[in-house]
């Protein structure tokens, strides 16, 4: 019927083995080995579209204490832009994109969203799993929509966003870049906690002069707070398993670490994240997976060991490369 908004939807596979699907402002619960639709969850509070053209994002939130009889999945998705801004561009007019986050339990029964404000609106922006659960909110611009020359003002600061604040404090404002990354820029988490930015061409070719947001193909790398030197002592090593292990579902395996710091085996925990694969502001497949650990032995001043249960189920994750990360004190 001619709706806009309607591409790229973000699709999460939920821990029920059915499809998590948004689009527009709607969102489903698909049941994909027999075609029905078995839960349709309420409108995104302001009923604003998320999907292309108003480039929203969306992440499913760290799945934990996966032992349980029942794992909770929770999805947040971010910025977009209002209702019919697509349609006004090609008469100057750019709206201001959207400043909202939506937050969702989607294996609750009654099921409704919680929004926050961001510190700016913002359309195209791509979001990051971090190592430690947090989600990095960066690219975009605040006006306009997703498309060829549709966008203008590139918001230049990432924002962190901390999954287990407190509502009202989760967005921490980041340094900014120099680098307009707008429409097909990108994002990914690398193996040392760092994240490759890269891309933007708004344009139907690329220009490289003589418009307003050149093509750009270069590369950054954006690196979170807690790489900083500071945290140097908290920062734990892996020093078991060495290298590449083969994990099987439910399996226990022994991981050992080394702090150069003060130790806290209660602050230690480990995650387990699918690296993702991005276009459009989107990564279908991120995942990040808390991992259960046992005793945490201590076996000398700066190291210990503990036993590591992975899932029990492809459900809960399906069968790929993860990379491995121990997190101390919220240090990865």
């Known amino acids: ?26 969102a489903i619960l698909f049941d994909y080995q027999n075609d029905i639709v078995v839960r349709t969850y309420p409108e995104i509070p302001g009923g604003d579209p998320r999907s292309y053209p108003s480039t929203g994002s969306a992440v499913l939130l760290p799945l934990r204490n996966l032992e349980a009889p029942s794992v909770e999945a ?32 989607i294996t609750d029964p009654n099921a409704t969203w919680t929004v926050e404000s961001m510190p700016m609106g913002r359309v195209m922006s791509d979001m990051v799993m971090l190592p430690n659960g947090d989600i990095l909110i960066i690219n975009g611009a605040q006006l ?13 600061e990432p924002v962190i966003y901390k999954t287990n604040g407190w509502v009202g404090s989760r967005f921490v404002l980041q340094s900014a870049s120099s680098i307009p990354r707008m429409y097909h820029s990108t994002a990914i988490l690398v193996r040392d906690g760092r994240v490759l930015v890269g891309g933007s061409n708004p344009h139907e070719k690329y220009d490289f002069s003589n418009v307003s947001y050149p093509t750009d193909l270069s590369l950054e790398a954006f690196s979170p707070y807690y790489l900083d030197p500071q945290f140097s002592p908290l920062r734990p090593m892996i020093v078991e398993p ?64 503990f036993e590591v249960t992975p899932p029990g189920s492809a459900v809960l994750a399906p069968p790929t490369f993860y990379l491995l990360f121990v997190v101390h004190q919220d240090i990865p």
């Open 144 to 156: 306009g929509t997703a498309g060829w020359d549709k966008a203008m003002e590139p918001v230049l």
């Open 242 to 305: 060495c290298s590449h292990a083969n994990v099987t579902y439910g399996e226990k395996f022994k991981m050992g670490i080394e702090v150069n710091g003060t130790l806290v085996p209660e602050l230690v925990s480990v995650t387990m994240l699918a690296p993702p694969f991005n276009t459009h502001s989107f990564s279908m497949n991120q995942r990040l997976l808390v991992l259960s650990i046992g005793q945490v032995n201590v076996t000398g001043n700066w190291t210990c060991e």
């Open 74 to 105: 929770e999805v947040l998705i971010c910025g977009g832009a209002p209702r019919g801004a697509f349609q006004l561009v090609p008469q100057g007019v750019f709206l201001q994109a959207l400043d909202s986050c939506a937050r969702i339990m």
């Open 1 to 26: 019927k001619g709706v806009e908004n309607n591409l790229y939807p973000f699709v999460f596979l939920n821990v029920d083995g059915n499809l998590f699907i948004f689009a527009n402002s709607r």
